[in-house]
């Protein structure tokens, strides 16, 4: 490892050892990384230092931000950081806002001074933040007022986030105010390339969540393999999408690669299909980054789209199913590019151009990545065999001290719990998780968490979720509930549990479905079959 700019060396003590990390490949000639990288300064400096610091960097409502406003914003929030809130390089800092302007200049201003940025989904409730901050020893945070609630909630319970401000907020506490008196310039923190800028929550099959660690020279590494490859963008393009900057979808196709390339952005708030929609025709996008279900309701409105400028369309996070890439074809025009990613890979490592998709198939492993199919003994299959996907490539997975790293990388290579095979021209075919994540409508929701949730409530007495294949949402989550005696397992009851769920965790993980059972099948040592549910 190169000498770390970290002073909070906590990043650094908890990494896997480096026998259970991943092998990384750095085979592409865009992959030989300096020692000392700031992907602040690759990112969003070297446009400005180069001459493009009138060309826009990021459009929201209302707003337009050229990628020298965009730079000064991150600038002082970093001056802040450093001066006003005490940040030294190697703190972590909670981020909390929906996808806006102001996020991505507090994204940078946290590399920039050499910072750790731990990006929260806006739904999150006080129990999931408070875990998140338990486990990456969270020092500060930059939250947006909108969503200041379940943030002070957290703030009680956690003596260690002792380092608050809130944005999108008048008062003279708040961010603005501070920014107005810092200075717009900020040198940045010569960070090494390998140390961590990110750490990217993921929620697991046991709900538990564990941090996946990615230093600078991770975020420059995916910049440099799928998009140049695959997307092939350039600095006229407009992106556009739904995925929450929390999520390293997000992140990558909404922020880093379209500032990799000098393009612009537009964040929207609220990106649903109708929102998504207008903002394509509103901002004349010509990029989109969302999920399958998003494109098969957006496809009603394709001689909409037809007029706009819109020319690349990227789905991930979910399975595309052929029928969606065909339905999208025909209404748009547009074939789809399809592409498997994962928290612990920072983004897509199996994908395809408009020109080599195959309906069906995910594609082959990205320029920088290689991937196979293999048994459980980590033994190579044959082409058209069903078994677990294994990667390997510049990124990969680093759990932040925690035993599940094991199951996540065996000898060297990234696991991602998938089962697919490859064909015979060796396209990647997705069949299924491995595990019981529950992936609905493009969120993943670990079945125990829910569990976990209903049996909270004093009328249930035991529960089994598992996730139910749907037409619309890819699956559903359904919950097997046993009351206490004397409860009574009706429509009523059904509402007063989802409503409950909804209450104590984020809202998009409650259960569409309730089955009331007089007991659930458990083996002789009292686990739960699981596999019993889901054959009901
Ligand atoms: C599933 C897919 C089939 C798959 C992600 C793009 O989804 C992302 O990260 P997560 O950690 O989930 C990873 C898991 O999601 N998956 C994702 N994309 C596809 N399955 N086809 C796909 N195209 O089970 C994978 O293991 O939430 C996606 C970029 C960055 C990401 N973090």
Redesign the pocket.
């Known amino acids: 490892m190169h000498p770390s700019a970290h002073v909070d060396t906590f990043a650094r003590d908890h990494l896997p050892p480096a026998g259970q990390q991943p092998d990384y490949l750095f085979d592409l000639p865009a992959l030989q990384f300096p020692a000392r990288l700031n992907c602040a300064s690759e990112l969003l400096d070297r446009h400005v230092a180069e001459g493009r610091g009138q060309r826009v960097a990021v459009r929201a409502p209302g707003l337009c931000w050229t990628y020298a406003e965009l730079q000064a914003a991150a600038n002082r929030i970093a001056n802040v950081l450093v001066q006003s809130m005490g940040l030294v390089p190697g703190n972590r800092v909670l981020l909390r806002a929906p996808n806006n302007p102001m996020l991505v200049a507090c994204w940078f201003a946290v590399a920039k001074a050499g910072g750790i940025a731990v990006a929260t989904m806006p739904l999150l409730r006080a129990k999931e933040l408070g875990a998140i901050v338990r486990v990456g020893q969270v020092t500060h945070a930059l939250c947006d007022a909108a969503l200041a609630e379940e943030l002070r909630l957290t703030v009680q319970e956690a003596p260690g986030l002792g380092q608050v401000r809130y944005f999108h907020d008048d008062g003279p506490q708040g961010l603005e105010a501070a920014m107005a008196r810092a200075s717009p310039v900020f040198e940045n923190v010569a960070t090494a390339s390998d140390d961590c800028c990110i750490f990217?929550f993921?929620s697991g099959t046991t709900g538990v969540p564990k941090a996946?660690m990615h230093y600078h020279r991770d975020v420059m590494a995916i910049c440099a393999c799928w998009p140049p490859h695959l997307l092939r963008a350039n600095a006229d393009d407009v992106f556009i999408g739904s995925?929450p900057l929390a999520?390293?979808?997000?992140?990558?196709?909404l922020v880093l690669f379209p500032m990799a390339v000098g393009a612009s952005t537009v964040l929207l708030e609220k990106a649903g299909p109708q929102q998504l929609l207008q903002g394509i025709q509103d901002y004349g996008a010509t990029v989109c980054f969302t999920a399958?279900t998003s494109y098969r309701q957006m496809a009603a409105s394709g001689e909409l789209l037809r007029r706009t400028p819109l020319r690349k369309c990227v789905?991930?996070?979910?399975?595309?199913p052929a029928s969606a890439r065909a339905l999208w074809k025909q209404a748009t025009g547009i074939e789809l590019i399809?592409?498997?990613?994962?928290?612990?890979?920072?983004?897509?490592f199996?994908?395809h151009d408009e020109a080599t998709a195959r309906p069906g198939a995910?594609g082959k492993p990205v320029p920088g990545y290689r991937a196979k199919v293999v048994d459980e003994e980590g033994r190579e299959l044959p082409p058209g065999t069903v078994g677990k996907?294994a990667v390997q490539g510049p990124t990969g997975c680093r759990y932040l001290a925690d035993a599940r790293q094991q199951a996540y990388v065996r000898d060297g290579w990234n696991i991602?719990?998938?089962a697919y095979l490859m064909d015979a021209d060796g396209y990647f075919h997705?069949q299924a998780?491995t595990d019981d994540?529950i992936?609905s409508a493009?969120y993943?929701i670990a079945a125990p968490e829910v569990e976990d949730a209903l049996l909270a409530h004093p009328d249930v007495a035991e529960c089994g979720v598992v996730g139910q294949a749907d037409a619309e949402r890819g699956q559903i989550v359904k919950a097997f509930v046993v009351l206490r005696p004397g409860c009574v397992g009706d429509a009523a009851m059904v509402r007063t549990l989802q409503d409950f769920v909804k209450r104590t965790v984020a809202p998009y993980k409650y259960p569409r479905s309730i089955v009331f059972l007089e007991q659930l099948p458990r083996t002789s040592t009292g686990k739960l079959q699981r596999f019993k549910l889901h054959a009901r």
């Open positions: 990217g993921t996946t995925p999520f390293t979808f997000g992140l990558g196709g399958p789905s991930a996070g979910e399975a595309l399809d592409g498997i990613g994962a928290t612990e890979m920072l983004h897509i199996i994908s995910t996907l991602t719990g998938d997705y998780r994540m992936v493009g993943n």
